[in-house]
């Protein structure tokens, strides 16, 4: 979280992006760094709100996407995804799992 804060904001959330980007098209469970990163993103508003944007895959602008105004359909296999990647992500970095196996 100290990198990402010591950061200027958009290249914080540039590489926020990437990142939940990448997990998102990789269709496999992110590692625990990875889940790591994910966690320390979603803990700055700006970043969390981009990235909840960036679920449905529509290319709107982002207000209209987080207040459900968007003409475009979402992908609705990939807000499933979204889901399991961020369950998955919280879940392994939660204080009480990340020393199993």
């Avoid at 469970?29 to 889940?35: A, G, H, K, M, V």
């Avoid at 459900?68 to 919280?90: C, F, G, V």
Wanted: hydrophobic share 40%; with cysteine; net charge neutral.
């Amino acid at each position: 979280m100290d990198t990402i804060a010591s950061q200027p904001t958009d290249i914080a959330l540039q590489q926020g992006r990437k990142l939940w980007a990448g997990m998102l098209d990789a269709k496999i469970l992110p590692s625990d760094d990875n889940c790591h990163a994910l966690v320390a993103n979603l803990q700055f508003p700006a970043i969390r709100d981009r990235l909840s944007a960036d679920i449905p895959g529509v290319d709107e602008p982002m207000r209209q996407i987080l207040f459900d105004q968007t003409d475009q359909a979402p992908r609705w296999s990939r807000i499933e995804w979204a889901q399991q990647l961020r369950l998955h992500a919280y879940t392994r970095t939660s204080p009480n799992t990340q020393h199993r196996s």
